[in-house]
């Protein structure tokens, strides 16, 4: 059976996706005709049709062809599931997968949306379910969660082969239980969630919780 999503790989082949040093986002090059880029990240850019709107599009830079491996037989092993996109199929360097509607709890923060508990607890039960199935939740920050009608999708799944626990989600849940309230239905501008982005990135694993919060808090509020 001819899948719809065959046509747009090939329409997409024209778009190439290069990542960059230091964490930064990919940059894209090429046309993609009718297709529009709907995110970036540090390892892939995500197109959708508008005429095919139910399908996300996941390029890879060409260099990182065994990800995208990765990625599919991590949501194959994930099966189906509330918390996760579906993924529909990999082919070279692009993966399908379900659109998701929603914005990312990095935009949240951006333009003052209410992050309400039940999506932080969402993200708390999908990490209990990702164990279940035998994998590591790792990876998990504020670009890679949608807030999705009041609930909370995650929608990069590609580190969760890896060992170790990168203590991201710990560190973000502590501080929306201690810290939230203060920034609830404020727009905080970019360049302070850059900045404490960029601190937080830079911070040593010698470095606790309390030690990078506490720096936080006196630049902010100097005391
Ligand atoms: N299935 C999807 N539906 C809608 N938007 C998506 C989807 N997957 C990714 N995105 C958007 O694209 C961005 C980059 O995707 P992501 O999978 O995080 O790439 P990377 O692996 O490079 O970090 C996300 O932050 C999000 O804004
Ligand atoms: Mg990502």
């Known amino acids: ?54 399908y996300a599009y996941k390029i890879y830079d060409a260099d990182k062809l065994d990800k995208v491996e990765v990625e599919a037989s991590v949501y194959k092993q994930l099966g189906d599931s509330p918390y996760f996109p579906t993924c529909y199929a990999a082919r070279g ?31 708390e039960d999908a990490r209990d379910y990702v164990r279940s199935k035998g994998l590591n939740p790792r990876d998990i920050h504020l670009k890679n969660i949608l807030l999705q009608d009041g609930r909370a999708k995650i929608i990069d799944v590609s580190e969760y082969v890896l060992p170790g626990n990168d203590f991201r989600w710990e560190h973000l849940k502590r501080g929306y239980d201690q810290y939230y309230h203060l920034i609830d239905g404020s727009s905080v501008p970019f360049w302070l969630v850059e900045t404490v982005r960029k601190w937080y990135n830079q911070t040593g694993e010698g470095s606790s919780y309390e030690e990078f919060t506490n720096k936080v808090m006196k630049f902010l509020f100097k005391k």
């Open 1 to 54: 059976m001819e899948h719809p999503w065959n046509q747009a790989i090939d329409a997409l082949s024209t778009v190439h996706v290069k990542s960059n040093p230091n964490n930064e986002p990919v940059t894209v090059s090429g046309d993609a005709g009718e297709f529009k880029c709907i995110g970036v990240g540090t390892d892939a850019a995500v197109f959708q049709n508008p005429s095919q709107p139910m």
């Open 93 to 123: 360097e692009v993966l399908v997968l379900s659109y998701e509607s929603g914005t990312t709890l990095f935009d949240c923060i951006l333009q003052g949306v209410h992050i309400p508990k039940q999506a932080v607890q969402d993200v």
